[in-house]
């Protein structure tokens, strides 16, 4: 897993605007769904996008949003809240968010509006 948490983000964040415009989204939909998850505001998500900070330093600077327990489902053949790890946990919701958009749900139904937080 270590090798996961030191990759550049910037190494992967160009493939989840591949894979949601293939399906007809935009960055900019990717970056208000990520922005959402995160916390950050785009020139914090444009200099993590475009510099060498790794997936852990990029969650360390996170702040998650409150309904990220409301996200739930499969990522990686692996249950996304029954991830143990913490960071692990960070990234495959990240990875679901992505995997969301690409599936052409709404903005709104990925960024979980209307439903209360389980917090």
Same mark, same amino acid.
């Given at each position: ?8 983000f910037?190494?992967?964040?160009? *493939?989840?605007?591949? =894979? ?5 989204? @935009?960055?900019?939909? *990717? %970056? @208000?769904? !990520?922005?959402? #998850? @995160?916390? #950050?505001?785009?020139?914090? *998500? ?5 510099g ?12 998650l ?8 489902? !499969? ?7 029954? !991830?143990?790890?913490? #960071?692990?946990?960070? !990234?495959r *919701?990240?990875?679901?968010?992505? %995997?969301? #958009?690409?599936?052409? =749900?709404?903005?709104? =139904? ?10």
């Amino acid at each position: 897993m270590s090798r996961v948490f030191d990759m550049p983000f910037s190494s992967v964040y160009p *493939l989840y605007v591949a =894979k949601v415009e293939r399906k007809g989204r @935009t960055q900019g939909e *990717l %970056d @208000t769904v !990520i922005r959402w #998850l @995160t916390g #950050l505001d785009q020139p914090e *998500l444009e200099r993590h996008a475009q510099g060498t900070t790794t997936f852990r330093e990029f969650f360390d600077e996170a702040r998650l949003t409150a309904q990220a327990s409301e996200i739930t489902g !499969i990522v990686c053949g692996v249950r996304v809240e029954q !991830i143990e790890d913490p #960071l692990m946990y960070r !990234i495959r *919701l990240l990875d679901k968010v992505v %995997d969301e #958009l690409a599936k052409g =749900k709404a903005l709104e =139904k990925v960024m979980r509006e209307g439903v209360p937080s389980r917090d």
